[in-house]
């Protein structure tokens, strides 16, 4: 329980600090909102129902942003040696590391959701709504993240490798999460959409640690 | 705890090139084996065998330990968590933390102690050094933390690949003082040099390139 608080505390303080914090995630994000009514036009009819969508891609982009770090850097400077002699199997490092990338960027990017969807005319009552499903979201989007952040170790300058492996794996919660507010905009009931969107998560937590462990060993063999 | 590692026809390869093979070795507890050859020859690799990060291609490595005369046969992983320190050519350090941070972190994850890691910062005079972000570190400086590390969370097998060559004179020989006091408590040393050790070694020699 220890190892798990002092691998947590450092991994929460690598993410906060030194460059791709939350500050710089959220940024990103609302620059991504700024540019699409500058691309579509500023009409409020064409913005507005694309507003759900819109934000929950900038979302998925926006949580990009780190995932080199997670893993890249701890094998660039042999961090990852000691952090396979220690007490915790690697699997449960790489579940800690995604956590603490959830915490980081996941949630802070979840609060800044809301302020996107709204510039870009979804409706006000939906704010309680769409945090709630980039929350959600925001955790699956860290695992799988971790995981191709661990599949692309070893490839020199991996960061567009990992947004190559991870989009594809993003477009399920995309469709999920989107697709609740969109429902819940039409006056419908986003709960099936959101019970989907947490069971890929569900399945994100399950799987991302194993895979991930084992292709950490293989990059470090 | 840890108190013997066997090696037994061991064969390793990077790639398509064969490192060595049947090589065998006996490690145990006060003992130091000084791994020499050529560049390339397979020191490093045979170090992170040892550590399990590298699958050889025949052989085994078998670790054994706990109580009674030459205890009885650990389980590898189990091993290699709790008894294993690696000092290998890169320090792990993160470039914009503390000194002070990064000690503390790697010392807590491998389970040192409170009294161990205050005689490693008496012994390599840490001190000074530990509030320093540590890009400003020398090569020395961060090698004197990294053996800090050995100090601070005790543990019976060093595995040192090239453990002074960033030192000077003075930390040489605290580093030999270090290595002897591990050895007197019945730690093991596997170290890959080019120069010869500070201390009293068997030597293996992996020859040049196969």
Redesign the interface.
């Known amino acids: 329980m220890r190892a798990v608080r002092v691998l947590f505390g450092r991994e929460l303080s690598l993410a906060w600090g030194g460059g791709g914090g939350p500050l710089l995630a959220c940024g990103f994000m609302l620059c991504l909102t700024a540019i699409l009514p500058l691309a579509a036009g500023g009409d409020p009819r064409v913005l507005a129902p694309a507003a759900s969508g819109a934000s929950w891609m900038a979302l998925a982009l926006a949580s990009l942003l780190s995932l080199e770090r997670l893993f890249e850097r701890d094998l660039e400077d042999g961090a990852l040696d000691f952090l396979a002699l220690g007490p915790l199997p690697l699997e449960a490092t790489v579940a800690i590391k995604a956590v603490a990338q959830w915490l980081a960027t996941g949630l802070p990017l979840a609060l800044a959701a809301p302020v996107a969807a709204l510039a870009l005319g979804q409706p006000a009552h939906l704010i309680g709504l769409t945090a709630l499903a980039a929350a959600i979201g925001g955790l699956g989007f860290a695992f799988t993240g971790a995981l191709g952040a661990a599949l692309a170790l070893g490839a020199k300058r991996g960061g567009l490798l990992i947004a190559v492996v991870v989009l594809p794996l993003f477009i399920p919660p995309v469709v999920f999460g989107a697709g609740a507010l969109t429902r819940a905009a039409g006056g419908g009931d986003p709960l099936s959409a959101l019970a989907l969107l947490s069971a890929y998560v569900l399945f994100a937590i399950v799987i991302a640690p194993v895979a991930g462990a084992a292709a950490i060993r293989n990059a470090q063999s | 705890m840890l108190k013997a590692v066997e090696i037994r026809n061991l064969s390793l390869s990077r790639g398509e090139r064969v490192l060595f093979q049947g090589l065998s070795l006996r490690l145990s507890a006060g003992e130091v084996v000084a791994l020499t050859g050529a560049n390339g020859a397979g020191k490093t690799s045979l170090l992170?065998a040892v550590?399990?990060?590298?699958?050889p291609d025949a052989g085994a490595i078998t670790f054994s330990g706990g109580p009674g005369a030459d205890g009885e046969s650990l389980d590898a992983e189990t091993a290699?968590?709790?008894s294993?320190?690696?000092l290998?050519?890169?320090?792990?350090?993160?470039p914009?933390?503390t000194a002070r941070?990064e000690f503390d972190?790697?010392t807590?994850?491998?389970?040192g102690n409170t009294v161990a890691r205050e005689v490693a910062i008496a012994r390599l005079s840490l001190s000074p050094l530990l509030d320093l972000e540590t890009r400003k570190l020398s090569a020395g400086q961060k090698r004197r933390l990294s053996l800090a590390?050995l100090i601070a969370a005790p543990r019976a097998l060093w595995l040192l690949d090239e453990p002074l060559a960033p030192l000077d004179e003075r930390w040489r020989a605290v580093a030999a003082e270090l290595m002897e006091a591990h050895l007197a408590t019945g730690g093991m040393i596997l170290a890959a040099v080019h120069d010869p050790l500070p201390v009293p070694a068997r030597n293996l020699d992996l020859g040049g390139l196969s």
């Open positions: 992170r550590a399990g990060f590298i699958r290699q968590r709790e294993v320190h690696l290998g050519h890169l320090e792990g350090l993160k914009t933390r941070q972190f790697q807590a994850w491998l389970g590390r």
